[in-house]
């Protein structure tokens, strides 16, 4: 482990992978595939939610808010995660590390409001489906969404900056692939507790509230749903609350893992293999579950391809 006279170094090493070197070249070539869907895929969502005037509703504006996040929580860290696994630098500098550090927690906790958000919205369609135009207006979709956002800032720039007060006592090797806020308390020297309870704090608000109003609301959605006599309609909206249901398993079972343990307890590589999966697999899987299994998307989406085609 490296030792520089400074509390905060210039830069940090990256070990990554550096145990098991067979992995990069495969992982490398796993995120240079799936970066790019994931952009194409969000960017698809976006495109046919605005475009597509049958798609101008609530729950559409707050996938179109789920997209533009998956895309800027990916990028804040596949980039560097491939310059790292296809290169013998290991390193990223302290200002690199810092803007890495806020800008993936403000996704990922911004993510995790919004996701109960639209779980909110999902209960009022299902549930009072007779006042769902007069209770989701235009105006209280985006306040509920600035309301997320803000609050998602607030939360997860507190934290980081907190973190990034902690000393380092001149160590500046990291056993991650990334700059992360229970990596860096773990890294710390000092007194850690303080940080390691704030961070539990935070989580409990963005992880664990936002958790307990999605089972709460879809709890209701289940019992509303078996009351439908319909079998299409019973199938309707099961199909739509499903995609959202998985999306929410993907992203916060790997958070649930990382987060709501002390970050002196979390094994060595779990931080590594939780990081590639809500900073690569979800945002890369989320644009495919809404489009195989929402047939307004998926015509959406054949709609928009036929006009491009059209157009040429």
Not at 38 to 64: C, E, Q, R
Not at 281 to 296: A, E, G, S
Request: hydrophobic residues 50%.
């Amino acid at each position: 482990m490296e030792v520089i006279n400074k509390s905060h170094p210039e830069k940090f090493i990256l070990l990554g992978f550096a145990d098991h070197p067979w992995l990069e070249l495969p992982l490398f070539v796993i995120l240079l595939i799936t970066y790019p869907m994931a952009m194409v895929g969000n960017i698809a969502i976006i495109l046919v939610s605005v475009l597509d005037p049958h798609l101008h509703s609530p729950m559409y504006f707050f996938l179109t808010n789920l997209s533009f996040l998956d895309m800027c929580y990916t990028t804040s860290v596949v980039p560097q995660m491939m310059f790292n696994l296809g290169s013998t630098r290991k390193t990223i500098s302290y200002t690199g590390c810092a803007i890495q550090l806020y800008f993936f927690h403000i996704m990922g906790g911004t993510e995790c409001l919004l996701l109960a958000l639209m779980s909110l919205d999902r209960y009022v369609a299902i549930c009072k489906p007779l006042h769902y135009t007069l209770i989701m207006n235009q105006r209280l979709c985006i306040l509920l969404a600035s309301i997320v956002w803000l609050t998602g800032i607030t939360f997860a720039v507190s934290e980081a900056t907190l973190t990034l007060q902690l000393p380092l006592c001149g160590l500046n090797t990291l056993d991650h692939i990334l700059c992360e806020i229970p990596v860096l308390i773990q890294n710390a020297c000092g007194e850690k507790t303080a940080n390691e309870l704030a961070l539990s704090v935070v989580c409990i608000f963005i992880v664990v509230v936002p958790l307990c109003l999605i089972l709460t609301s879809y709890a209701f959605i289940g019992r509303a749903v078996l009351n439908i006599k319909s079998s299409e309609g019973r199938k309707k909206a099961f199909g739509t609350c499903s995609s959202h249901l998985m999306v929410v398993f993907l992203f916060f079972g790997p958070g649930i893992s990382m987060y709501l343990q002390p970050p002196s307890s979390i094994p060595k590589d779990q931080p590594k293999f939780m990081a590639l999966f809500y900073g690569v697999v979800t945002p890369t899987l989320n644009p495919f579950i809404y489009t195989l299994r929402n047939k307004d998307v998926k015509a959406a989406l054949g709609s928009l391809v036929k006009s491009i085609f059209i157009s040429k």
